[in-house]
């Protein structure tokens, strides 16, 4: 039993989780690619390493079904560099670098950026890929390839099977190289989950609280972290040029205030 079915089991047998066919269709898949990473490292002439990077994969199915928590169990189980981050967020930060770099005059202002992120990684965790900006929709190919060829293996979730990703966007033609990359360089997996564990959490739980006060806010800090299952983070979402920021956020859900919203 490979480290992360090991790890799966062990959650399953302590009750923080219960067992699903469809996670554990996945877990054979995850143990292999544990394993390729973890292989000694080749090295060609003169001790050089050889830095190709080993197949993704690529995660999509229904949300609730436990695909985030797959990747991180993943994640953590791993003995090389990795680092997990929310893939919106992760394009703001290569935006904000590509204008950077665009400004020293590089000739290919994507390949310093991408050296800089693979520079103290070899495992790039995403979670919930999902394109509807043009300007990402017009790098991402290029990132993803310029990432594995610095031997930067991707994982990553999507709601989306990968012929979906962008679909109807401008230009899309455009985009479409991406998705070839995805199916070539990735194994892509179908999660179908029959049980949504976010909604699970939280069933048979009122949900409405009134009046206001304290047992209202704390009724509802209960249920929010019934339903996350994990903490929270602060996520800024650009909208139209604004930024949009989310105060409580994991896994695709967001937490606000009436006023954050409405004020």
Known sequence: MG???????????????????????????????LEALERPVRRGFFGRTKTSAVKGLYIWGGVGGGKSYLMDLFANSLAVAVRRVHFHAFMQEVQAALHLARQTNAKDALLPVCQVIAKDIRV????????????????????????????????????????????NGLNRQLFLPFIALIRDRFAVHDMVSEIDFRQNRIAGRSVYFTPL???????????????????SQT??????GRDLVVPAYINGVGRFDFYDLCG
Not at 17 to 23: K, M, R
Not at 221 to 231: I, N, P, Q, T, V
């Open 3 to 33: 480290r992360v079915s090991q790890r799966y089991r062990e959650n399953v047998i302590s009750g923080a989780i219960s067992a699903d066919p469809a996670q554990q269709a996945l877990l054979p898949k995850l143990d292999a690619l």
């Open 235 to 240: 996520l800024t979402l650009v909208v139209k």
């Open 213 to 231: 006060g304290r047992e209202a806010r704390a009724g509802l800090d209960m249920l929010w972290r019934e339903f996350s299952g994990e903490d």
């Open 124 to 167: 790039l965790a995403l979670d919930e890929m999902q394109i509807k900006d043009i300007a990402d929709a017009m790098i991402v190919g290029r990132l993803f390839e310029l990432l594995l060829d610095q031997g930067v293996t991707v994982i990553t979730t999507s709601n989306r099977v990968p012929e979906d990703l962008y679909k």
